[in-house]
């Protein structure tokens, strides 16, 4: 690792990226404001591992926050996007790309009849609330807090003080007006959903089936039922947010692990293969209702772009059983890792966290006790999860920079990229000073 943090070309780069771009990156999260140090600026990816500016190399726990579940730079992947590139980049015109990626995505995902494609998951669950308003005639939109569906305004919304309140805009510029028409209520909380449900009718429920934007949450047991039993008694349409779990967490995603199903699903990330596209499915007779089929409109210059069907397609390819069975044993073994690193610090009981994971997810929650519910990851201690991941990076593992996300193992991590990480994750530890205690 380079010695200084100051001298490297990261941080120059970073000392003129501030004065061009606002925070110094295109996307906050990767500023790596929330523990405490500058971004990397990243030179290429080579499978499990980052190369950065500096020539420091990292195993590389973010893979672009998960699209690229087959490791950076797949020969395959290279492929498909060369031969389409060379085919023409963009034509604004259907190709025969389009049809075969929704018959694929329909053959996985049982709930996908018919599929719109997007450039973003933001447009994708954009799309799907206008949808929802449309079919139900009504506006309200209940979301979770703690969920992410992109930053549209209607779903950039904060939890009103009291159960079951209209939601407050989470960021300036949302108007009250807009995030008023969104109610959020806790993840896994019945009480909650049901009178939220009873009181605002809304038209859809949104969700992601396995929240992993507070850090990985899993429903509770019989959660996601009620989901789909509330939204059928109140007349409200489920959108399943799978842009993170579709084909990550079993080939069919989140629904088919879980058996629930919802009317609209939105799709992102490995979709696109590293490239950027999304997409919104569901019910045949909802999407018609999309232009020019039906009246809601909704377009894009660079929708279904042939370079990102390509890497997508041959992302898919990719990923058959047999890969979806690896993923989930790669994950096991990092879990398992880390719980044990955890357990080797000090000489007691070890270190207080809670490792959480789901086939391709893993968080390590920096709490003595189970995470259900954003509030309970807020309450983790982020100042020693920021002085961990610090270490981690000093050590050449590269972890999702915040407590509120998950590390996305990819197919290319190897045995030893998973005990060179575990390693550095007990080192990392025993830097840690005494935890403070439950917050
Ligand atoms: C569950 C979920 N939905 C929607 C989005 C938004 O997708 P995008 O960043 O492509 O706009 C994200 C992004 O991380 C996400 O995790």
């Not at 969920?147 to 159960?163: I, N, P």
């Not at 507070?214 to 409200?236: C, I, K, N, T, Y």
């Not at 950027?276 to 929708?303: C, D």
């Not at 994971?357 to 519910?373: A, E, K």
């Amino acid at each position: 690792m380079s010695a200084s943090l100051t001298d490297t070309r990261s941080a120059e780069l970073y000392r003129r990226a501030l004065e061009l771009l606002p925070g110094g990156v295109n996307s906050p999260v990767r500023a790596m404001h929330s523990i405490g140090r500058e971004p990397i600026f990243i030179a290429r990816g080579e499978g499990a591992e980052l190369i950065d500016l500096d020539g420091n190399r990292f195993i590389d726990y973010v893979c672009s926050w998960g699209p690229l579940i087959h490791g950076h730079a797949h020969p395959h992947v290279l492929a498909a996007v060369a031969e389409a590139a060379a085919r023409g980049t963009s034509f604004g015109a259907p190709t025969a790309g389009e049809v075969e990626l929704a018959c694929e995505v329909a053959r996985r995902i049982e709930a996908v009849e018919m599929l719109r494609m997007t450039s973003s998951g933001t447009e994708a669950a954009m799309t799907a609330v206008r949808l929802a308003r449309a079919a139900t005639g009504r506006e309200t939109i209940l979301k979770f807090s703690g969920a992410y569906h992109g930053h549209s305004d209607g779903l950039l919304v904060q939890a009103g003080s009291g159960l079951a309140t209209q939601g407050l805009p989470a960021s300036p510029g949302v108007p009250e007006a807009v995030a008023a028409q969104t109610v959020v209520v806790p993840w896994n909380d019945r009480e909650a959903l049901d009178a939220a449900v009873g009181l605002h009718r809304p038209a859809a429920i949104i969700a992601e089936p396995l929240p992993a934007n507070m850090g990985l949450v899993p429903p509770a047991e019989g959660f996601l039922e009620l989901l789909r039993r509330q939204a059928d008694d109140s007349g409200a349409l489920l959108i399943l947010d799978e842009v993170i779990s579709g084909f990550r967490v079993a080939g069919g995603g989140a629904q088919e692990l879980t058996g629930v199903r919802g009317d609209l699903v939105v799709l992102g990330k490995i979709i696109g293969g590293g490239l950027p596209a999304a997409a919104l499915g569901g019910r045949a007779e909802l999407m018609r209702m999309l232009a020019p089929a039906g009246e809601v409109y909704q377009a894009g210059t660079l929708s279904g772009n042939p370079l990102a069907v390509a890497a997508g397609l041959a992302t898919l390819e990719l990923l058959d059983e047999g890969a979806s069975a690896r993923l989930a044993a790669i994950t096991e073994r990092l879990a398992d890792g880390l719980r044990e690193a955890a357990r080797a610090w000090g000489s007691g009981g070890g270190y207080p966290v809670e490792v959480v994971s789901m086939p391709g997810l893993v968080t390590v929650f920096f709490s003595d006790r189970p995470v259900r519910s954003f509030a309970e990851a807020q309450a983790c201690d982020l100042h020693a999860h920021a002085a961990w991941c610090r270490e981690l990076l000093a050590r050449g593992v590269y972890p999702p920079p915040s407590q509120f996300e998950a590390w996305f193992p990819s197919l290319a991590h190897t045995d030893e990229h998973l005990q060179r990480t575990c390693e550095a994750a007990a080192a990392a530890f025993a830097c840690l000073p005494e935890p403070t205690g439950s917050p």
